[in-house]
């Protein structure tokens, strides 16, 4: 592990001129961005081999936030390992929270009462919503636009007060329980959203005002960061960064679950495969969230929010396999059951994880000023990534 | 392809392939010695295509380890798990990292978590875990850590 910055001479490669530090001269740098560096947004560190300005490698080193979930929850019982999951992927927590329930779901073979599915709904496009703001703000500020970033936070900060109100908690909601959800909605809830969404409307456009026509963003964004369609698949990568490379791979489209297979709504795809493409996945998306919520919010069915389950549950033996969509990509859940009341192994497929191995190809040959755009539109969230 | 056209298929291109009854989705139990070749096979072949290795992971169960690879193809949307035993004392398979691009990763994953030898990968080095762990293996069932208690 590197120390700190400095300079490796490789003879091989120095140039009769000597070390001149312009491009295609003869000195190498190593330098550190991270693990404490506001564009990493928590503790990433990145290894860059760079030579005068040009990147040669990006070597991610990860593990700083490791807190090896996967083994703690193999001695937690099926009600207990959901909570832990809400500390992967902060931002998505519901959504996690709902990957885990429905891979249990799947294995109790539960049927979830019609109310609890579309609050879950409505509740992961909130997140959504949340996650892709605070995004939004926090790359305009990695580019060097501070304003956006409390445009962001103005309205996420309604959305956490729309959650608080019903779960008790703005980041880690732990909402969602294998058989529906914990509790039911707040009397004020539905007059909340719809206020948040008529608010929410106008400020889109103030987003797109703000930044996405901005000249200076769009020079640093437009042709930066190039993955195309076969090495976003190959990679792994899903989300928005797939598909601002053309690669189809919403699972709210292709393996619907709850009532996304009964509402109205695109998967956005976007033909630039650079970081701009990415970028305006996820603006566009915002609003298909809300469509989303819009056709849901006045048609939420009377009944139980929670199926009847037993107070210790027991998957059968076997292996089972749940996928959502969180803000990031494709989030999968896979537990091996032995029977017992808690998992044998449990294994979840981060998106952030499978994105982040993409960047060395995404940014390799590129300049060093383009790798915090770059990584900015891959919308890392570090624990989502060490687990 | 449905669940039986992709039997039939499989069969042809490895007919020591064991089918596991049971699952969500095709499941094949194959030797590691044979992954390489049919790696290749699934990815490559024009009626399979199986583009997008989803999910990798390793299974302790004690007496031997398991690797699990979860695929689709992004063209026909079939789905397959490929299941390799591997000797608990000496694990070892080959890399798939030059196929699917995304295992490059997830095997550093594997290989740290699990102490499974990935032959011919690019760069088998530690990713998440600290410099200087090597030879511990957190994820296996035996790994004990009193002072960090991963178990609660």
Same mark, same amino acid.
């Given at each position: 592990?590197?120390?700190?910055?400095?300079?490796?001479?490789?003879? =091989?490669?120095?140039?009769?001129?000597?070390?001149?530090?312009?491009?295609?001269?003869? !000195?190498?740098?190593?330098?550190?961005?991270?693990?404490?560096?506001?564009?990493?947004?928590?503790?990433?560190?990145?290894?860059?081999?760079?030579?005068?300005?040009?990147?040669?490698?990006?070597?991610?080193?990860?593990?700083?936030?490791?807190?090896?979930?996967?083994?703690?929850?193999?001695?937690?019982?099926?009600?207990?390992?959901?909570?832990?999951?809400?500390?992967?992927?902060?931002?998505?927590?519901?959504?996690?929270?709902?990957?885990?329930?429905?891979?249990?779901?799947?294995?109790?073979?539960?049927?979830?009462?019609?109310?609890?599915?579309?609050?879950?709904?409505?509740?992961?496009?909130?997140?959504?919503?949340?996650?892709?703001?605070?995004?939004?703000?926090?790359?305009?500020?990695?580019?060097?636009?501070?304003?956006?970033?409390?445009?962001? %936070?103005?309205?996420?900060?309604?959305?956490?007060?729309?959650?608080?109100?019903?779960?008790?908690?703005?980041?880690?909601?732990?909402?969602?329980?294998?058989?529906?959800?914990?509790?039911?909605?707040?009397?004020?809830?539905?007059?909340?959203?719809?206020?948040?969404?008529?608010?929410?409307?106008?400020?889109?456009?103030?987003?797109?005002?703000?930044?996405?026509?901005?000249?200076?963003?769009?020079?640093?964004?437009?042709?930066?960061? %190039?993955?195309?369609?076969?090495? !976003?698949?190959?990679?792994?990568?899903?989300?928005?960064?797939?598909?601002?490379?053309?690669?189809?791979?919403?699972?709210?489209?292709?393996?619907?679950?709850?009532?996304?297979?009964?509402?109205?709504?695109?998967?956005?795809?976007?033909?630039?495969?650079?970081?701009?493409?990415?970028?305006?996945?996820?603006?566009?998306?915002?609003?298909?969230?809300?469509?989303?919520?819009?056709?849901?919010?006045?048609?939420?069915?009377?009944?139980?929010?929670?199926?009847?389950?037993?107070?210790?549950?027991?998957?059968?033996?076997?292996?089972?396999?749940?996928?959502?969509?969180?803000?990031?990509?494709?989030?999968?859940?896979?537990?091996?059951?032995?029977?017992?009341?808690?998992?044998?192994?449990?294994?979840?497929?981060?998106?952030?994880? =499978?994105?982040?191995? !993409?960047?060395?190809?995404?940014?390799?040959?590129?300049?060093?000023?383009?790798?915090?755009?770059?990584?900015?539109?891959?919308?890392?969230?570090?624990?989502?990534?060490?687990? | 392809?449905?669940?039986?056209?992709?039997?039939?298929?499989?069969?042809?291109?490895?007919?020591?392939?064991?089918?596991?009854?049971?699952?969500?989705?095709?499941?094949?139990?194959?030797?590691?010695?044979?992954?390489?070749?049919?790696?290749?096979?699934?990815?490559?072949?024009?009626?399979?295509?199986?583009? /997008?290795?989803?999910?990798?992971?390793?299974?302790?169960?004690?007496?031997?380890?398991?690797?699990? /690879?979860?695929?689709?193809?992004?063209? /026909?949307?079939?789905?397959?798990?490929?299941?390799?035993?591997?000797?608990?004392?000496?694990?070892?398979?080959?890399?798939?990292?030059?196929?699917?691009?995304?295992?490059?990763?997830?095997?550093?994953?594997? /290989?740290?978590?699990?102490?499974?030898?990935?032959?011919?990968?690019?760069?088998?080095?530690?990713?998440?875990?600290?410099?200087?762990?090597?030879?511990?293996?957190?994820?296996?069932?035996?790994?004990?850590?009193?002072?960090?208690?991963?178990?609660?």
């Amino acid at each position: 592990m590197y120390r700190q910055t400095e300079i490796i001479k490789d003879s =091989s490669e120095v140039s009769p001129g000597g070390g001149d530090l312009e491009e295609g001269g003869g !000195a190498e740098f190593v330098i550190n961005v991270g693990p404490q560096h506001p564009a990493t947004h928590g503790v990433l560190h990145l290894v860059i081999t760079l030579n005068g300005e040009t990147i040669k490698k990006v070597e991610p080193h990860l593990g700083f936030i490791h807190r090896s979930i996967e083994k703690m929850c193999e001695s937690l019982t099926y009600r207990q390992f959901i909570y832990v999951t809400s500390r992967m992927d902060y931002l998505s927590s519901h959504i996690n929270n709902h990957g885990c329930a429905l891979c249990v779901e799947k294995g109790l073979q539960v049927e979830i009462p019609p109310r609890a599915q579309v609050i879950r709904v409505i509740m992961d496009e909130l997140t959504r919503i949340a996650s892709h703001e605070l995004w939004w703000g926090a790359m305009a500020m990695d580019l060097g636009a501070f304003t956006p970033f409390f445009h962001a %936070f103005r309205e996420r900060e309604t959305i956490n007060d729309i959650m608080e109100e019903t779960c008790g908690a703005r980041l880690t909601m732990n909402y969602m329980v294998p058989g529906g959800v914990m509790a039911d909605i707040h009397p004020n809830f539905q007059k909340r959203v719809k206020d948040f969404i008529i608010l929410f409307k106008s400020k889109v456009d103030e987003y797109d005002e703000l930044v996405t026509g901005n000249v200076i963003f769009r020079n640093r964004m437009k042709g930066v960061g %190039f993955l195309s369609k076969e090495d !976003a698949i190959s990679y792994g990568c899903t989300g928005p960064t797939a598909r601002g490379s053309t690669a189809s791979c919403d699972i709210r489209k292709l393996y619907p679950y709850e009532v996304y297979d009964k509402v109205e709504f695109e998967e956005i795809l976007e033909t630039g495969c650079d970081s701009f493409a990415r970028y305006m996945v996820r603006i566009r998306e915002l609003r298909q969230s809300i469509k989303i919520i819009e056709q849901l919010i006045d048609n939420i069915p009377e009944g139980d929010f929670q199926a009847k389950t037993k107070a210790v549950l027991k998957l059968p033996k076997g292996e089972f396999y749940s996928r959502v969509e969180t803000a990031r990509g494709e989030f999968g859940v896979y537990i091996v059951s032995e029977g017992g009341a808690t998992p044998y192994r449990i294994r979840f497929r981060s998106p952030g994880f =499978s994105n982040l191995s !993409a960047l060395d190809h995404m940014i390799r040959g590129g300049k060093i000023g383009d790798l915090i755009a770059a990584m900015g539109t891959l919308d890392l969230v570090i624990p989502d990534i060490d687990r | 392809m449905t669940t039986e056209e992709l039997k039939i298929k499989i069969t042809e291109l490895l007919p020591s392939a064991a089918f596991e009854e049971g699952g969500e989705w095709l499941t094949v139990n194959i030797g590691s010695a044979d992954w390489l070749s049919f790696a290749k096979q699934l990815r490559n072949e024009g009626s399979l295509f199986f583009d /997008y290795l989803f999910c990798l992971t390793c299974i302790d169960w004690k007496t031997h380890l398991t690797m699990v /690879y979860h695929l689709t193809s992004t063209l /026909y949307r079939h789905n397959i798990v490929i299941k390799a035993k591997l000797n608990r004392d000496k694990p070892e398979i080959e890399t798939v990292s030059n196929i699917w691009k995304t295992a490059e990763f997830h095997e550093r994953e594997s /290989y740290e978590m699990f102490g499974v030898n990935f032959l011919n990968h690019p760069d088998l080095r530690l990713l998440i875990l600290p410099d200087g762990w090597e030879g511990k293996n957190p994820m296996r069932k035996d790994f004990e850590d009193p002072v960090n208690m991963i178990k609660l």
